[in-house]
Protein backbone atom coordinates (compact mmCIF):
# COMPACT_ATOMS: atom_id res chain seq x y z
CA UNK A 1 0.00 0.00 0.00
CA UNK A 2 1.40 3.23 -1.12
CA UNK A 3 2.37 5.78 1.50
CA UNK A 4 -0.42 7.80 0.90
CA UNK A 5 -2.96 5.56 1.18
CA UNK A 6 -1.62 4.19 4.52
CA UNK A 7 -2.43 8.15 5.20
CA UNK A 8 -6.02 8.15 3.91
CA UNK A 9 -7.02 4.72 6.11
CA UNK A 10 -5.76 6.69 9.13
CA UNK A 11 -7.23 10.14 8.76
CA UNK A 12 -10.87 9.04 6.79
CA UNK A 13 -12.14 7.32 9.92
CA UNK A 14 -11.59 10.41 11.92
CA UNK A 15 -13.20 11.96 9.64
CA UNK A 16 -16.09 9.43 8.64
CA UNK A 17 -17.71 9.74 12.12
CA UNK A 18 -19.22 12.79 10.77
CA UNK A 19 -21.57 10.43 9.17
CA UNK A 20 -21.94 7.70 10.73
CA UNK A 21 -21.81 8.64 14.83
CA UNK A 22 -25.33 9.13 16.72
CA UNK A 23 -23.64 12.08 18.16
CA UNK A 24 -23.25 13.44 14.71
CA UNK A 25 -27.12 12.86 13.38
CA UNK A 26 -27.62 15.15 16.90
CA UNK A 27 -26.47 17.98 16.19
CA UNK A 28 -27.62 17.90 12.28
CA UNK A 29 -30.84 17.96 13.55
CA UNK A 30 -30.33 20.39 16.69
CA UNK A 31 -29.87 22.57 13.51
CA UNK A 32 -33.07 21.86 11.47
CA UNK A 33 -31.37 19.19 9.74
CA UNK A 34 -33.70 16.02 10.05
CA UNK A 35 -32.82 12.98 8.02
CA UNK A 36 -29.67 11.64 6.98
CA UNK A 37 -28.84 12.85 3.69
CA UNK A 38 -30.17 16.56 4.32
CA UNK A 39 -26.79 16.62 7.32
CA UNK A 40 -24.97 14.99 4.84
CA UNK A 41 -25.60 17.37 1.44
CA UNK A 42 -25.57 20.42 4.34
CA UNK A 43 -22.74 20.13 6.44
CA UNK A 44 -19.86 18.83 3.39
CA UNK A 45 -21.78 21.65 0.98
CA UNK A 46 -21.55 23.86 3.66
CA UNK A 47 -17.53 25.17 3.12
CA UNK A 48 -18.94 26.48 0.01
CA UNK A 49 -21.59 28.43 1.07
CA UNK A 50 -25.35 28.05 -0.11
CA UNK A 51 -23.39 26.64 -3.74
CA UNK A 52 -26.44 25.74 -6.26
CA UNK A 53 -26.84 22.16 -6.46
CA UNK A 54 -25.25 21.91 -10.02
CA UNK A 55 -22.12 22.85 -8.59
CA UNK A 56 -21.68 20.14 -5.63
CA UNK A 57 -23.25 17.75 -8.23
CA UNK A 58 -19.81 18.32 -9.99
CA UNK A 59 -17.92 18.31 -6.76
CA UNK A 60 -19.07 15.07 -5.95
CA UNK A 61 -18.96 13.23 -9.31
CA UNK A 62 -20.52 10.39 -8.56
CA UNK A 63 -23.87 11.22 -6.85
CA UNK A 64 -27.66 11.67 -9.24
CA UNK A 65 -28.64 14.75 -9.98
CA UNK A 66 -31.70 14.35 -8.54
CA UNK A 67 -30.62 13.09 -5.62
CA UNK A 68 -28.43 16.49 -4.50
CA UNK A 69 -31.09 18.17 -5.82
CA UNK A 70 -33.55 16.68 -3.44
CA UNK A 71 -31.26 18.56 -0.78
CA UNK A 72 -29.91 21.33 -2.22
CA UNK A 73 -30.64 24.06 -2.33
CA UNK A 74 -33.72 23.75 -0.05
CA UNK A 75 -31.86 22.58 2.88
CA UNK A 76 -30.35 26.44 3.11
CA UNK A 77 -33.85 27.48 4.28
CA UNK A 78 -33.58 25.01 6.93
CA UNK A 79 -30.38 26.13 8.47
CA UNK A 80 -27.47 28.44 7.16
CA UNK A 81 -24.27 27.63 5.83
CA UNK A 82 -22.67 28.47 8.57
CA UNK A 83 -25.13 26.43 11.21
CA UNK A 84 -24.56 23.50 9.00
CA UNK A 85 -20.49 24.05 9.41
CA UNK A 86 -21.28 24.68 13.37
CA UNK A 87 -23.51 21.22 13.66
CA UNK A 88 -20.90 19.30 11.80
CA UNK A 89 -17.95 20.57 13.79
CA UNK A 90 -20.18 19.34 16.97
CA UNK A 91 -21.26 16.33 16.06
CA UNK A 92 -18.01 14.81 14.89
CA UNK A 93 -15.82 16.44 17.69
CA UNK A 94 -18.43 14.80 20.52
CA UNK A 95 -18.19 11.54 18.39
CA UNK A 96 -14.35 11.59 18.35
CA UNK A 97 -14.56 12.47 22.43
CA UNK A 98 -16.56 9.55 22.71
CA UNK A 99 -14.51 7.19 20.75
CA UNK A 100 -11.43 8.04 21.77
CA UNK A 101 -12.31 8.10 25.69
CA UNK A 102 -10.39 11.35 26.27
CA UNK A 103 -7.21 10.35 24.66
CA UNK A 104 -4.68 13.57 23.94
CA UNK A 105 -4.93 13.88 20.73
CA UNK A 106 -2.96 17.36 20.50
CA UNK A 107 0.47 15.80 19.08
CA UNK A 108 -1.49 13.83 16.07
CA UNK A 109 -3.75 17.20 15.38
CA UNK A 110 -0.40 19.91 15.43
CA UNK A 111 1.02 17.14 12.27
CA UNK A 112 -1.84 16.64 10.65
CA UNK A 113 -2.73 20.28 10.74
CA UNK A 114 0.66 21.45 9.47
CA UNK A 115 0.25 18.73 6.70
CA UNK A 116 -3.11 20.08 5.50
CA UNK A 117 -2.43 23.72 5.92
CA UNK A 118 0.76 23.19 3.70
CA UNK A 119 -1.55 21.22 1.37
CA UNK A 120 -1.99 22.33 -2.85
CA UNK A 121 -5.06 22.96 -3.51
CA UNK A 122 -5.70 24.28 -7.32
CA UNK A 123 -8.37 22.37 -9.02
CA UNK A 124 -9.51 21.15 -5.95
CA UNK A 125 -12.59 23.07 -5.17
CA UNK A 126 -13.85 21.48 -2.27
CA UNK A 127 -10.92 20.98 -0.33
CA UNK A 128 -9.63 24.46 -1.15
CA UNK A 129 -13.29 25.46 0.22
CA UNK A 130 -11.97 23.68 3.51
CA UNK A 131 -8.63 24.40 3.48
CA UNK A 132 -9.97 28.13 3.77
CA UNK A 133 -12.21 28.03 6.98
CA UNK A 134 -10.63 29.50 10.12
CA UNK A 135 -8.76 26.84 11.80
CA UNK A 136 -10.30 25.76 15.64
CA UNK A 137 -8.54 25.63 18.87
CA UNK A 138 -9.35 22.53 20.71
CA UNK A 139 -7.71 19.84 19.69
CA UNK A 140 -10.28 17.41 18.25
CA UNK A 141 -11.89 19.51 16.13
CA UNK A 142 -8.33 20.67 14.67
CA UNK A 143 -7.76 16.98 14.32
CA UNK A 144 -11.21 16.56 12.76
CA UNK A 145 -10.81 19.73 10.18
CA UNK A 146 -7.36 18.58 9.21
CA UNK A 147 -8.60 15.33 8.33
CA UNK A 148 -11.98 16.41 6.13
CA UNK A 149 -9.60 18.98 4.60
CA UNK A 150 -7.13 16.56 3.67
CA UNK A 151 -9.37 14.09 2.65
CA UNK A 152 -11.65 16.24 0.43
CA UNK A 153 -8.38 17.08 -1.27
CA UNK A 154 -7.73 13.53 -2.15
CA UNK A 155 -11.60 13.11 -3.07
CA UNK A 156 -11.03 16.01 -5.39
CA UNK A 157 -7.95 14.56 -6.78
CA UNK A 158 -9.69 11.37 -7.16
CA UNK A 159 -12.22 12.81 -9.40
CA UNK A 160 -9.43 14.58 -11.63
CA UNK A 161 -8.08 10.82 -11.63
CA UNK A 162 -10.98 9.46 -12.85
CA UNK A 163 -11.72 11.64 -15.77
CA UNK A 164 -7.51 11.70 -16.98
CA UNK A 165 -8.21 7.91 -17.08
CA UNK A 166 -11.71 8.41 -18.88
CA UNK A 167 -14.14 7.15 -16.38
CA UNK A 168 -16.61 9.81 -14.87
CA UNK A 169 -17.76 9.02 -11.52
CA UNK A 170 -20.99 6.59 -12.27
CA UNK A 171 -18.59 4.58 -14.67
CA UNK A 172 -16.22 4.58 -11.72
CA UNK A 173 -18.46 3.13 -9.11
CA UNK A 174 -20.09 0.28 -12.02
CA UNK A 175 -16.62 -0.84 -12.87
CA UNK A 176 -15.86 -0.86 -9.15
CA UNK A 177 -19.60 -2.71 -7.89
CA UNK A 178 -17.24 -5.28 -10.97
CA UNK A 179 -14.40 -4.95 -9.00
CA UNK A 180 -14.41 -5.14 -5.20
CA UNK A 181 -16.99 -3.09 -3.92
CA UNK A 182 -21.28 -4.06 -4.34
CA UNK A 183 -24.02 -2.84 -6.31
CA UNK A 184 -26.42 -3.07 -3.31
CA UNK A 185 -24.33 -0.80 -1.29
CA UNK A 186 -23.37 1.65 -4.27
CA UNK A 187 -26.50 2.00 -6.33
CA UNK A 188 -28.75 3.31 -3.70
CA UNK A 189 -26.34 5.30 -1.70
CA UNK A 190 -25.76 7.39 -4.81
CA UNK A 191 -29.46 7.73 -6.65
CA UNK A 192 -29.01 6.11 -9.82
CA UNK A 193 -31.90 3.94 -11.32
CA UNK A 194 -31.49 0.73 -12.64
CA UNK A 195 -31.75 2.03 -16.15
CA UNK A 196 -28.57 4.28 -15.35
CA UNK A 197 -26.53 1.76 -14.30
CA UNK A 198 -27.35 -1.04 -16.68
CA UNK A 199 -26.62 1.77 -19.82
CA UNK A 200 -23.10 2.47 -17.55
CA UNK A 201 -22.86 -1.28 -17.72
CA UNK A 202 -23.31 -1.36 -21.25
CA UNK A 203 -21.09 1.37 -21.81
CA UNK A 204 -18.09 -0.08 -20.14
CA UNK A 205 -18.52 -3.79 -21.59
CA UNK A 206 -18.35 -2.05 -24.87
CA UNK A 207 -15.55 -0.49 -23.92
CA UNK A 208 -14.18 -4.20 -22.70
CA UNK A 209 -13.54 -2.55 -19.27
CA UNK A 210 -16.22 -5.27 -18.09
CA UNK A 211 -17.92 -8.79 -18.86
CA UNK A 212 -21.14 -9.81 -19.58
CA UNK A 213 -21.31 -10.72 -15.92
CA UNK A 214 -20.24 -7.05 -15.09
CA UNK A 215 -16.91 -7.86 -13.64
CA UNK A 216 -14.29 -5.99 -13.68
CA UNK A 217 -11.81 -6.88 -16.96
CA UNK A 218 -7.86 -6.93 -16.64
CA UNK A 219 -8.53 -3.74 -18.90
CA UNK A 220 -10.72 -2.65 -16.36
CA UNK A 221 -8.34 -3.36 -13.64
CA UNK A 222 -5.49 -1.28 -15.35
CA UNK A 223 -8.14 1.56 -15.93
CA UNK A 224 -8.98 1.51 -12.09
CA UNK A 225 -5.14 1.18 -10.88
CA UNK A 226 -3.90 3.96 -12.74
CA UNK A 227 -6.42 6.15 -11.49
CA UNK A 228 -5.56 5.00 -8.01
CA UNK A 229 -1.95 5.90 -8.25
CA UNK A 230 -2.66 8.91 -10.26
CA UNK A 231 -5.02 9.84 -6.81
CA UNK A 232 -1.94 8.27 -4.44
CA UNK A 233 0.76 10.96 -6.43
CA UNK A 234 -1.55 13.72 -5.54
CA UNK A 235 -2.34 13.11 -2.14
CA UNK A 236 0.93 12.61 -0.79
CA UNK A 237 2.10 16.15 -2.17
CA UNK A 238 1.93 18.02 1.01
CA UNK A 239 3.64 14.94 3.40
CA UNK A 240 7.19 14.97 4.32
CA UNK A 241 8.92 11.48 5.21
CA UNK A 242 8.80 12.75 8.90
CA UNK A 243 5.43 13.55 8.95
CA UNK A 244 4.35 10.40 7.37
CA UNK A 245 6.33 8.32 10.16
CA UNK A 246 5.20 10.38 12.93
CA UNK A 247 1.01 10.72 11.85
CA UNK A 248 1.26 6.71 11.10
CA UNK A 249 3.07 6.32 15.09
CA UNK A 250 0.31 8.48 16.46
CA UNK A 251 -2.85 7.93 14.59
CA UNK A 252 -2.77 4.09 14.46
CA UNK A 253 -4.70 3.84 17.65
CA UNK A 254 -6.80 6.54 17.25
CA UNK A 255 -8.03 5.67 13.43
CA UNK A 256 -8.38 2.06 15.19
CA UNK A 257 -11.18 3.63 18.05
CA UNK A 258 -12.91 5.78 15.35
CA UNK A 259 -13.59 3.09 13.16
CA UNK A 260 -15.76 1.68 15.70
CA UNK A 261 -18.11 4.13 14.80
CA UNK A 262 -18.61 2.87 11.10
CA UNK A 263 -20.20 0.15 9.28
CA UNK A 264 -18.12 -2.71 8.24
CA UNK A 265 -19.64 -1.62 4.00
CA UNK A 266 -19.59 1.60 3.36
CA UNK A 267 -19.77 3.39 -0.29
CA UNK A 268 -16.49 4.79 0.81
CA UNK A 269 -14.34 1.65 0.16
CA UNK A 270 -12.36 2.05 3.27
CA UNK A 271 -10.61 -1.05 3.27
CA UNK A 272 -10.70 -3.00 6.10
Avoid at 21 to 30: N, S, T
Avoid at 43 to 49: D, E, M, Q, V
Avoid at 70 to 91: N, Y
Amino acid sequence: MSPARVMWTLFEPLHAVTYFAPQARQEFEAAGLRGFWRGYFAGRSAPLGAAPAAVTTALYANFAPRMVERALPAVWSLATPEQALAARQAGAVAALRDLLGGADVAPAARVLRDVAAGAPTAGRALGAANAALPWPDEPYAVLWRAATTLRELRGDGHVLAQLAVGLDGLNTIVLRAGHDLTREVLQPNRGWTDEEWDAAAEGLAARGLVDAAGRATAAGLERLDRAEALTDELALEPWSEPALARFQELAAPLSAAARAALPPVTPIGLPG
